[in-house]
């Protein structure tokens, strides 16, 4: 049974960081495509990160780019979002999730396992 569980949600400032973990179980973690999703409230969960299998290519959402960084550590099953510069429109539950595609896909459709969430709250 594969299990997604992250932490690190809370509530900041504008401006202020915070940084996801998410830790895998029940899946050969070295095989599977990493992202990050979040929903706010009200409408449909979205894409913001995505990292392959070894590390060596990542892909963020552009409204992400340059204050998120999408990490992971194979030797742990984790998976990791640093998040800098923190905007209340980053406001949403931040969703860890699994994909056994290749090509680092970016489609809710694409991942197979998820995570419970965890909130992200940025205060303005």
């Known amino acids: 049974q594969v299990q997604l569980v992250e932490s690190g949600g809370g509530l900041v400032q504008a401006g202020g960081s915070l940084r996801l973990s998410c830790v895998a179980s029940?899946?050969?973690?070295?095989?599977?495509?990493m992202g990050w999703f979040r929903q706010a409230p009200g409408k449909e969960r979205t894409f913001v990160a995505t990292?392959?299998?070894?590390?060596?290519?990542?892909l963020l959402a552009d409204s992400v780019k340059g204050r998120f960084t999408i990490s992971r550590d194979n030797a742990k099953n984790s998976v990791y979002l640093q998040m800098t510069n923190l905007e209340p429109e980053d406001t949403a539950v931040y969703y860890c999730?699994?994909?056994?595609?290749?090509?680092?896909?970016?489609?809710?459709?694409?991942?197979?396992?998820w995570g419970q969430g965890t909130q992200v709250t940025v205060s303005s």
């Open positions: 999730a699994a994909s056994r595609y290749a090509g680092l896909p970016s489609s809710v459709s694409s991942y197979q396992y």
């Open positions: 029940g899946v050969t973690f070295s095989h599977v495509f």
């Open positions: 990292i392959s299998w070894g590390a060596d290519s990542t």
